[in-house]
């Protein structure tokens, strides 16, 4: 079974999906992704300092520090990196789906229903926290408001995704109630299918 995890920027995405992963589950996760492509992907690399200049190089490939204050807040800039980013991470999920062995494999995609990928797995799954929460988790990330904005700006609403998706998880950023949810999610995903049935609608 193959499971997308989507929801706006931080919205606790990369959180779950690291707790599907210690329940069993096989993960990949964009950013990590993204980090191996800027570190040594040449290809990308090469893309990315063609676009942004070779300010954006650090010792190890791209420096993502160098790169996000040139981004960031830059609506133009962000869909630029995003179209040159976004094929290779799709390429590299669909590779290691295809290479997996695991009953349940789970990937964190975040432009999931933009990018019009949502039928490519068998469940989606929307994470979903009060606004000032994640706006103070962003900030937390260095993403100020205007940045915040550009990000948004590429994205459906979290009201959206939430209503597109199977499932919808909310995330009170209380850690042992979403490993619940993540714990429960699983659990009715493996009754149901032993069942033969339908899908959950809400964790």
Known sequence: MTIAVTGPYASGKS?????????????????????????SDEAAIHRVTERFGESV???????????????????DALRDLEDILHP???????????????????????????GERSGSFDLTVAVTVPEERRRAWAAER?????????????????????RRADVV?????????????????????????EAGGGQEQEA
């Not at 959180?15 to 570190?39: F, K, N, P, Q």
């Not at 590779?95 to 995609?109: G, K, L, N, Q, T």
């Not at 260095?142 to 939430?162: C, M, N, T, W, Y």
């Open 15 to 39: 959180t779950l999906v690291r707790m599907l992963g210690e329940l069993g589950a096989e993960t990949v996760s964009a950013d990590g992704i993204v980090h191996s492509l800027l570190e």
């Open 57 to 75: 190089r650090g010792e190890h490939g791209i420096d993502r520090k160098a790169l996000g204050r040139m981004v960031f807040g830059d609506a």
């Open 88 to 114: 290779l991470v799709r390429r590299e999920t669909e590779r290691r789906i295809e290479a997996s062995e695991a009953s349940v494999f789970v990937a964190e995609i975040p432009l999931l229903f933009e």
């Open 142 to 162: 260095g993403v100020d408001e205007a940045a915040l904005q550009a990000i948004e700006a590429r994205q459906l609403s979290g009201e959206e995704k939430a």
């Open 169 to 193: 998880v909310e995330n009170r950023a209380e850690q042992d109630k979403l490993r619940e949810r993540a714990r429960a999610l699983l659990k009715n995903l493996f009754e149901e299918r």
